[in-house]
């Protein structure tokens, strides 16, 4: 059982930069794979990113490798996601999710939900 809270969104321009963080709450953080997914206006909730439970595995979208970073700190339970050269398509509400590991790239992996963050790129 976890609760989780992201922070860091806003509005920023075409090729900047955001970092999201994701404080987790509960003495099992470190049992979870974490995951972060997003949700535009009109469509599904999709995978960006996820890193196993000690941080040595990583999965991206092929949309954003190259220009996002997960990354996790178990002593502070925060996963973030490092997010560089932003494009307007990357406009959505941003979650964090915490899951088994058995699925990294489907909502299905994951069984905990924080509220989500906005994210604007502005064009």
């Known amino acids: 059982q976890v609760q989780l809270v992201e922070s860091g969104g806003g509005l920023v321009q075409v090729g900047g930069s955001l970092s999201l963080s994701c404080a987790a709450s509960?003495?099992?953080?470190?049992?979870?794979?974490m995951g972060w997914f997003r949700q535009a206006p009109g469509k599904e909730r999709e995978f960006v990113a996820a890193?196993?439970?000690?941080?040595?595995?990583?999965y991206y979208v092929d949309s954003v490798k190259g220009r996002f970073t997960i990354s996790r700190d178990n002593a502070k339970n925060t996963v973030y996601l490092q997010m560089n050269s932003l494009k307007p398509e990357d406009t959505a509400v941003y979650y964090c999710?915490?899951?088994?590991?058995?699925?990294?790239?489907?909502?299905?992996?994951?069984?905990?939900w924080g509220q989500g963050t906005q994210v604007t790129v502005s064009s």
């Open positions: 509960g003495r099992t953080f470190r049992t979870y794979a």
């Open positions: 890193i196993s439970r000690d941080g040595g595995n990583t």
């Open positions: 999710a915490a899951g088994s590991g058995y699925y990294y790239s489907g909502v299905q992996g994951y069984n905990y």
